[in-house]
C-alpha cells in the first residue's frame, strides 16, 4: 500500500485523484490547498491531515520522511498550472515518486529541468495523459495502425466545456497561469493526437481569443481541423441544454462522439503507474511543444479547406 499526498486538493479535477488513490487500494495521508472548500475528503479519506500553507504541508511531509515505516511515496499534483513546475520538483526532493495533471509544465525547456531532477532525486514523474487509456481512443489507434504506413486520415477535434463568468476571474482565465485555452483544455487532445497519428509535420493557428481556438495539424498520418472553446454558445444544438460538454472526433466522415467514458480513466491511469507502465516526461513532450509553439503563432487565414467547419460561424 501506498501513501499519497495530493497537492491541489481544493480543485475541479482533486475527487477524481483522491478516489484513484482509494480505488488502487492506497491511502491518502495528508493534503494541501489555499483553499478550504475540501469536504470531498471526508467521504474518501477522512482521516487525512489537510494544510492551506505549503510550508506546514512541506515540513510536514519532510518530518515524516524521517520515519521509513510513515514516510510518503507518491505527491499527487492538482494545482494551477503555472505552479506544476515548483510543486513537482518539491516533490521529487522530498524523495516521492510525482503523478501531475496536464498540462505537465508550458516548456521544453522545463521538462528537461524536471528530467534534471528526477536524475538528481532518483525519483520519477508521471503525468496524467488519460485519453491514451480511453478505450475508443485505443480502437482508432488500431485502425491507424493497420492502415498503409502513407494514409493520411481526415480528421476533425471539437472539444466545447461551457464555463460560466466564474471562469474569467480564476485562474483559468489569466494566461500567465493557465497559459490559455489551447493549453488549458487543449493539452490532451494534442497528445492524444499524437498518439494516435504519429508525429507532427505542421501547425498553423488560425484563431485564437480568452474562450476559443481554432486551426490545423497535420500528423504522419492525419490531417486535422480543431476547435476548441469554453463558450456554451457554440455547443451544437441537439445537446444545448441537455449537457455542458461535447467532445467529438470525425475521421474519414465518421463521428466517434467520446463525451462519455472519462470518469474512471483517473483510476486507470493510476493503475499503470502503480504498475510501473504510466506515462512520463519524454511521453508528455510532444503534446507540450505543440501547445508552447500555438502560444507564439501568429494567426493566419484557412486555406485550402484546412479551416474547422466551426472556425466562420463561431468567430465571426
Known amino acids: 500500500m501506498k501513501r499519497f499526498a495530493l497537492i491541489g486538493a481544493a480543485g475541479y479535477i482533486a475527487p477524481r485523484h483522491m478516489r484513484a488513490i482509494k480505488d488502487t487500494g492506497n491511502t491518502l495521508v495528508c493534503a494541501y490547498d489555499i483553499n478550504d472548500s475540501v469536504g470531498i475528503i471526508d467521504s474518501l479519506s477522512p482521516h487525512s491531515e489537510f494544510f492551506t500553507e505549503f510550508e506546514c504541508f512541506y515540513d510536514y511531509a519532510w518530518r515524516l520522511k524521517r520515519q521509513p ?8 499534483i ?15 526532493r522530498l524523495g516521492c515518486d510525482v503523478i501531475c495533471e496536464k498540462p505537465l509544465v508550458p516548456s521544453a525547456a ?4 524536471l528530467a534534471l531532477v528526477e536524475r538528481e532525486t532518483g525519483k520519477r514523474l508521471w503525468n ?15 485502425q491507424v495502425q493497420a492502415e498503409r504506413p502513407d494514409h493520411k486520415h481526415e480528421v476533425e477535434l471539437t472539444y466545447i466545456t461551457s464555463r460560466g463568468k466564474w471562469y474569467a476571474q480564476s485562474w483559468k482565465g489569466d494566461p500567465r497561469k493557465s497559459f490559455g ?32 481556438a481554432a486551426g490545423y495539424l497535420e500528423y504522419e498520418h492525419a490531417r486535422v481541423r480543431w476547435f476548441l472553446s469554453i463558450d456554451a454558445q457554440d455547443l451544437p444544438a441537439s445537446v444545448q441544454g441537455k449537457q455542458t460538454t461535447f467532445r467529438s472526433i470525425t475521421c474519414n466522415g465518421t463521428e466517434m462522439e467520446f463525451s462519455a467514458g472519462f470518469t474512471d480513466l483517473h483510476t486507470v491511469s493510476y493503475q499503470a503507474i502503480l504498475a510501473g507502465q504510466g506515462y512520463g516526461i519524454e511521453d508528455a513532450r510532444h503534446c507540450v511543444e505543440t501547445v508552447e509553439a500555438l ?18 460561424t463561431r468567430t465571426g
Open 295 to 312: 502560444r507564439t503563432m501568429a494567426t493566419q487565414p484557412a486555406r485550402n479547406g484546412e479551416g474547422h467547419p466551426l472556425l466562420a
Open 69 to 76: 515505516e510513515r514516510a510518503l511515496d507518491i505527491v499527487s
Open 181 to 212: 485555452v489551447a493549453s488549458n483544455i487543449g493539452v490532451h487532445f494534442f497528445d492524444m493526437l499524437h498518439f494516435v497519428f504519429g508525429r507532427l509535420q505542421r501547425s498553423v493557428l488560425h484563431y485564437s481569443d480568452e474562450q476559443k
Open 78 to 92: 492538482c494545482s494551477p498550472n503555472h505552479l506544476h513546475h515548483p510543486h513537482i520538483t518539491a516533490g521529487l
Open 110 to 113: 522545463l521538462l528537461d529541468d
Open 128 to 142: 496524467i495523459l488519460q485519453l491514451r487509456h480511453h478505450p475508443a481512443i485505443l480502437a482508432l489507434k488500431q
